[in-house]
Nanobody
């Protein structure tokens, strides 16, 4: 089972990007899905999460600009990022915890990251 993130790129300040992350492989349950980001020289920080019921949480840095959503048929999580700022420049990682079959202990998996560069 893998997470494959995509959608990063170079955008001017004020622009938008939509990141996607798909769970590939055989899974029974995909739990809360999350996005993190890691700016150069900084720690990896939480960006947003969405639970199986659709409850969302955002870091203050993205509130009002970022929207997380999920498609449980496609096992995909999205991050719509609007009004991007240079300080949003980072590698964005998706993360979730999954169960591969009924009764299995969930475990955490991470995507490979997708680079977002916002130019001023």
């Amino acid at each position: 089972v893998q997470l494959q993130a995509s959608g990063g790129g170079v955008v001017q300040a004020g622009g938008s990007l939509r990141l996607s992350c798909i769970v590939s492989g055989r899974v029974f349950l995909v739990n809360t899905m999350r996005w993190y980001r890691e700016a150069p020289g900084k720690a990896r920080d939480f960006v947003a999460s969405i639970s199986t019921s659709g409850t969302t949480n955002y870091a203050d840095s993205g509130k009002g600009r970022f929207t997380i959503s999920r498609d449980d048929i496609e096992n995909t999580v999205y991050l719509q990022m609007n009004r991007l700022k240079p300080e949003d420049t980072a590698v964005y990682y998706c993360q979730t915890d999954i169960s591969t079959h009924i009764g299995a202990q969930p475990y955490v998996i991470w995507g490979q990251g997708t680079l977002v560069t916002v130019s001023s």
